[in-house]
């Protein structure tokens, strides 16, 4: 007969057909769930993320316990709990005395190594599990990485198309292209009429969690007030289907849109729900293919979101155990200056940046492009610390594990890989943000100005960022053209560009509270 287990659920984990839990009996099985201090704490996350997460775990342990399952729950405020998973584990090996520990994978490498050193810590066989939520293993994307010169997403997106068949006719793709993300860059206009995104009224128990994260957490990052995340199973699913029905359809044309105030617009916002285990991402890309083909969203939309899903969101979670630790450090293009405070406060004449910051804040979210072509766009031409820029990334986005946070930022957005992941870095003046935003029209700055105080500080950052890194991207044959731009200018304009930003540089004040790491 065989003797008992203990079972830890980690918070994204959250996933009643996890590997670790199936071909366990409910008679022998103790599932551990632990909300841990070290957790909430190793940088300051954004309070609606930890109501969010601690919510969803309470959830899911309720569901699990309504089904028959022994659940060992060990609450923040408990007066007993050690603040960490290895200490929780420790005390929940002592109060069941079990015979083995099965385990998932956790999605990040510091969560790994407590697991590795658990058997030794604890003297019991300890089982880790591959996390099969996810299409493509830890092993099979080393496999695929090994030996090629380049590790293009692209290739690799192809390549998982090809293993789920999603959006595929024969051994082709459907449509005939792989890749439609040309018709997926539309500007804001007036045909825009986004439906609005569900929110879900938090019950009693997310309440509890809001009013307990609102004392412990009273000092970090973020609002609480206008809470509304899907917390169970139930709830993402409704969130898929108002996605798939009401805002599918226009999602890829108007992806990369950003429009002040308006901070949902075509997004699905389930990237939270799949991250945390209530949703299975080949689920959603099965449920958006079923609706291109009843005719209900286009096929630009759909592969789009497909993308995304089974592309991107695989491809950097290989990245991120592929390229581990050296990518936390990573900064290859020596960038030194502290993360300025308006990232923190949002207060800059900058209307991006400010509307960026004000939705990150009230809403624990900001859609790609605004990470990317906005936040993450300042950050890397103005030189700032990688370092600090993944931290921040991490603490304010309720969709943030440092599996997907840190490719994302350290590699895609700062290019602080040296370009493994990005072939060239995401530079962009303010004429990018102007074409795919209204944010420059009520802006102080005037993004038609090139150099001088009110003009875009986008436009002489750009230069500075080229001009400074000039031995590095000359020979880049994606943007070496850039230099011919430049040099085509008489000395007194770069001069003037150059200063422009020096002086911009000058008065940016750097973050003096932080919710990042000590």
């Keep these: 007969m065989a003797g008992k287990t203990l079972v830890p659920i980690l918070g994204d984990q959250l996933t009643r057909t996890l590997a670790s839990l199936r071909g366990q009996t409910k008679a022998d099985t103790v599932v551990l769930m632990m909300e841990v201090r070290d957790e909430t704490t190793y940088v300051k996350h954004h309070k609606q993320k930890i109501a969010l997460i601690l919510s969803a775990m309470r959830h899911f342990a309720a569901k699990l316990e309504k089904a028959g399952w022994q659940v060992d729950y060990v609450k923040l405020t408990d007066k007993d709990n050690t603040g960490s998973f ?50 493509c293993s830890i092993v099979d994307f080393r496999n695929w990485a090994d030996g090629r010169n380049s590790l293009l997403m692209e290739s ?34 007036e045909d825009m009429d986004p439906s609005p995104t569900p929110r879900f009224e938090p019950d009693n128990m997310t309440c509890e969690v809001i009013e307990m994260v609102q004392s412990e957490c009273a000092d970090h990052f973020g609002d609480l007030d206008r809470f509304g995340w899907p917390v169970t199973s139930d709830q993402a699913d409704e969130a898929l289907d108002a996605f798939i029905a009401e805002r599918l ?34 689920d ?66 900058m209307r991006c940046i400010a509307d ?16 990317l072509m906005v936040l993450g766009n300042f950050a890397l031409i103005a030189g700032i610390e990688p370092q600090q820029v993944e931290d921040w990334f991490l603490v304010v986005y309720a969709d943030a594990y440092e599996w ?41 700055y005037t993004v038609s100005k090139k ?5 875009c500080p986008f436009n002489s950052l750009y230069w500075h960022f080229m001009d400074r890194h000039r031995t590095l991207f000359e020979k880049n044959r994606r943007i070496s053209r850039v230099y011919s731009n430049w040099d085509r200018m008489d000395a007194d304009k770069r001069k003037a560009y150059l200063d422009t930003a020096e002086v911009f540089l000058k008065s940016l004040k750097p973050a003096g509270k932080t919710w990042a790491r000590d």
């Excluded at 385990?103 to 019991?124: K, N, Q, S, Y």
């Excluded at 624990?364 to 990470?371: L, T, V």
């Excluded at 150099?451 to 003009?455: K, N």
């Design 86 to 135: 290895s200490g929780e584990v420790e005390r929940a090996v002592k109060r069941h005395s079990p015979d083995r520990i099965r385990v998932v994978e956790p999605g990040e490498l510091r969560v790994r190594e407590m697991m590795d050193a658990w058997a030794d810590d604890f003297d019991i066989d300890v089982e880790i599990l591959p996390d099969d939520r996810f299409v």
């Design 156 to 189: 690799f997106y192809r390549d998982m198309r090809r293993r789920t068949g999603l959006l595929m006719y024969g051994d082709g793709p459907e449509g005939g292209e792989w890749n439609y993300d040309k018709q997926n860059r539309a500007s804001p206009d």
């Design 249 to 282: 359809p226009e999602f890829g044309k108007y992806q990369d849109a950003m429009v002040h105030g308006q901070d949902d617009l075509y997004h699905s916002l389930l990237s939270t729900s799949i991250n945390l285990g209530l949703l299975d991402p080949l």
């Design 284 to 349: 959603c890309c099965r449920r958006a293919e079923q609706a291109y083909h009843a005719g209900d969203a286009p096929l630009n939309a759909v592969e789009g979101f497909i993308r995304q899903i089974i592309g991107w969101r695989e491809y950097v979670r290989g990245i991120y155990w592929l390229d581990m630790p050296t990518l936390r450090s990573a900064n290859a293009l020596q960038a030194r200056r502290a993360l300025p405070e308006f990232y923190w406060t949002g207060e800059t004449d």
């Design 356 to 371: 960026c910051v004000r939705s990150t804040r009230e809403n624990a979210h900001a859609h790609h492009i605004q990470r």
């Design 404 to 444: 997907v946070e840190l490719p994302n930022v350290a590699a895609m957005a700062l290019w602080a890989d040296k370009g493994r992941l990005a072939s060239k870095p995401y530079a962009a003046s303010g004429n990018y943000i102007n074409k795919m935003s209204d944010y420059c029209g009520d802006c102080r």
């Design 451 to 455: 150099t001088g105080e009110d003009s």
